[in-house]
């Protein structure tokens, strides 16, 4: 369980650089975009800080104060983060030699990037220690945390929201994560059926119905045209910062 | 509940349910053998399905200064990485709606 500064761990802290970097705008942006969609500061450090997971926390402040209900809320919360559960079972045998502490932490930390590079170090050959493990962590999580605070503290200085187009951000940053996994499989149809069916979902039943059924739809069309032979296949991480 | 607000909660269990999806797989999933491929391919495009329904809608719902910076952002996605993008989508966004399209 003790943390030490040793080898490893500084290993760790000096692959974490270009992670912290990459991730900063969008630790910075999101706490901006909370403000302006009505949270307070605290609560902006509130999430960076429990749910440390960047697409999924900016679903979050999406749908707050929508008519979307909770539950729906944090469902969908669940379902962008829902790949984690793959690095997850990837990531468990590579560690087993943790203690179950350490695990408990060591899973919580497991965002994208911290998979990836988990990945990458046992491919090459090296033992996973929690000391390298934390070294990574440890810099990412608390720039994470302090940018939603800065990031709060900017956007509440922001005087015309509508006018710099923050309003607008969100679905542009969505826009982004959708092509982002363009090259998985079935992803056109996957996405048009979720496209049409959230859009006649929107303008029919209306909001927030038009979240699951398109979603629904999506998924349901994905699992219809797959066939039916096991594919063995190694897990990569999605192209995403935090 | 406790004096706390609604935002507040919807946090709490987003990260609690975020937390499950972490040690889930390590627990759970684990303990098959394999997944089968239906099972595995669906759950491959959640992701996207569910992002998807929040962007969709936002396209086609705002004026023509939002269509076309997502028709841009979506064209621009091909090439740059994403703050690259979401500058684009600012600047077109930003100009679109001074020009009166918003």
């Known amino acids: 369980m003790f943390l030490k500064f040793d080898a490893e761990f500084r290993q760790g802290m000096r692959d974490s650089v270009p992670i912290v970097l990459g991730a900063a705008p969008f630790g910075l942006l999101f706490g901006a975009l909370a403000v302006e969609y009505g949270m307070d500061i605290g609560q902006a450090v509130l999430m960076s800080a429990t749910l440390y997971a960047g697409a999924s926390q900016m679903v979050g402040i999406d749908l707050f104060g929508t008519s979307v209900a909770p539950w729906i809320i944090v469902l969908s919360i669940f379902a962008v983060n829902f790949r984690h559960i793959l690095y997850s079972a990837s990531l468990g045998p590579k560690i087993a030699h943790f203690t179950v502490a350490q695990k408990t932490i060591a899973f919580f930390a497991l965002i994208d990037p911290q998979f990836a590079e988990s990945e990458r170090r046992h491919e090459r050959g090296y033992r996973i220690s929690f000391n390298w493990y934390m070294g990574i962590s440890i810099p990412i999580y608390t720039a994470w945390v302090a940018e939603a605070a800065l990031g709060g503290y900017f956007g509440r200085l922001i005087k015309d929201p509508y006018a710099f187009g923050l309003d607008f951000m969100l679905p542009v940053y969505f826009l982004v994560l959708v092509m982002g996994f363009r090259r998985r499989r079935n992803w056109l149809p996957v996405v048009a059926v979720s496209g049409v069916a959230s859009v006649a979902a929107y303008f029919t039943i209306g909001s927030p119905w038009h979240i699951s059924i398109g979603a629904v739809a999506g998924v349901l069309l994905a699992a219809l045209i797959a066939g039916d032979d096991p594919l063995p296949e190694a897990v990569e991480a999605d192209p995403e910062h935090v | ?102």
């Open chain 2, 1 to 102: 509940m406790f004096g706390l607000s609604d935002i507040t909660w919807i946090i709490i269990f987003g990260a609690l349910a975020t937390y499950a999806t972490r040690i889930g797989g390590h627990l759970v999933l684990s303990r098959f053998e394999r997944i089968p491929r239906r099972v595995s391919a669906a759950l491959d495009a959640v992701p996207a399905a569910v992002l998807t329904t929040l962007v969709a809608p936002a396209a086609v719902s705002n004026g023509p200064a939002e269509a076309i910076t997502l028709a841009l952002a979506a064209a621009a996605a091909l090439r740059f990485n994403l703050i690259v993008v979401l500058l684009i989508g600012a600047a077109a966004i930003i100009s679109l709606r001074a020009a009166g399209l918003g």
